[in-house]
């Protein structure tokens, strides 16, 4: 079996290492206010580990009153600045498909990171529940702006065989920045530390703000929508290595058989590509001013063109799918659910989730290229439900080993499709004319989704408690949407491995139109 590494080069690894610092971010700032909660609305000094034990060797300091150490919050205040980074999110993902789609996706991504910086630097320096939320709110729309752009650009510059792998990087990065905030708020939630802990949101966003300098714009998009067929051949030529036949994937671009003209061949030279290629001036030769560019389909026209539509079902049930199944019950209240299980604090609870489902991603992230995005989906999503049943049985007839076992399984089973898959399919169920506003419906439904979850799931759960009594009924019902969800993607979501573009996916002949 081939490795998935065998024609990955140096400069592929940097634009993947580079452009996922997006969706790091995501993760970053999605749990940032997770462990420090308390003591930023000034419900506690400290539940740092570090503190309790610098406490034990020196004499704690007295605050001098420069910098406050609290925001005095109340519930609704503080559920208000969580969830308004949800809205951000859901502002940047309905307006990057379009962005991008016209604009590229690297300035996109540059945005991205200057929506993360400014919106890091409110966030450190916030003196009220305004100004945190204010900040939360800009990472938010970095944050939904990156979750469609990256996976964009990484579908487009990733090999084609391996595009499932390079996918899952993704949800990787997402579950990587998950695991470092929270670290960080096991030793830092104490006194006014805590905002070391947003400002180092600020570092990370200028790492990719630099970073995005230094790599060029998708081959991908600068031939189809710029129609500069040269420059996009030369910098995919670059980034496959300079003896790997890239004809073929050229010929997807939809753009003639994908050959240069003889005369032009001398302009495949690796080093005439610069990481500064987007100040280039577009080909001009009739060789590719004879060519046609696509339309892009805005965010409307992808849903009454009866040949996209299909693939706008699909890929919103399956964003619906990935947050009904009940995965963020288990990350963002997991501390309650287990608190009586495992003898830990909350705090460490939570950096264990983190880490399971951190390794789970990275040792599954081959199988949607080797099993197939639908099968790995169907994995997924039975394997959740089946958890979310024995979770549901376990806690009420309380078997604590069982809620233990099946919480760690729902956890690893996500990772298997749900996790990275949603965020391939939408640039593999539409052509590229469609593939940035279909983009931007998957996670537009995703973040609604989402908020649907983090808000309803703590109301739902004390009202089955209240009136049937005990726990754990709520995870009855996310068996179902489990049971739901697996006739759904059987049903209406086709496989798209191995297919070469989204006509033979569909089934159909090209449109000419």
Known sequence: MASPLRDVTPYLVLLILVSTLGPLQFGFHLAELNAPADVITCRKKSISTLERVAALITKPKTPDGNVTDCIPMDDPAFAAVSAIFTVGGLLGALTAGPFTSSRGRRLSMQVTAAFYLVGSVV????????????????????AGASTVIVPLYISEVAPPAQ??????????????????????????SYGNA??????????????????????????AWTATAKGDMTRARRVLQRIRGKHCNIDEEVETWGQGDGKLPSEQEGLLSRDDVTASDSAATPLTAQGASSRSVPTHLGFAQVVRDPLTRPAIIAVVGIMFAQ????????????????????????????????????????????????????TCLLISIIGQGTSSL??????????????????????????????????????????PEAVGATQSWALGANYAATFLVAYLFPIVNTALNNTLGGAGWVYFIFAGFALIFTGFIARNVPETLGKKDADEVWERTRRVD
Do not use: H
């Open 123 to 142: 966030e450190t320096l916030a003196s009220s529940a305004i100004l945190l939320g204010l900040g939360r709110f800009l990472t938010g729309v970095g």
């Open 163 to 188: 595009r499932g792998f390079f996918g899952a990087f993704t949800q990787i990065s997402i579950n990587v920045g998950i695991l470092f905030t929270q670290t960080l708020g096991y030793f830092l």
């Open 194 to 219: 805590w905002r070391w802990i947003l400002g180092t949101g600020v570092a990370i966003s200028v790492s990719q703000a630099l970073g995005l300098f230094i790599i060029p714009e998708s081959p």
């Open 323 to 374: 947050q009904l199944c009940g995965i963020n019950s288990i990350i963002m209240y997991s501390v309650s659910l287990l608190q009586d299980l495992l003898p830990t604090s909350s705090a460490l609870l939570t950096i264990i989730i983190s880490i399971i489902n951190l390794g789970t991603t990275m040792a599954a992230s081959p199988l949607p290229d080797r099993l197939g995005r639908k």
């Open 390 to 431: 024995a979770l549901a049985l376990s806690i009420v007839f309380g078997v604590k080993i069982l809620s233990a076992v099946a919480v760690l399984l729902f956890v690893a089973l996500f990772a298997v499709g749900l996790g990275p898959v949603p965020f391939i399919m939408a640039s593999e169920l539409v052509g």
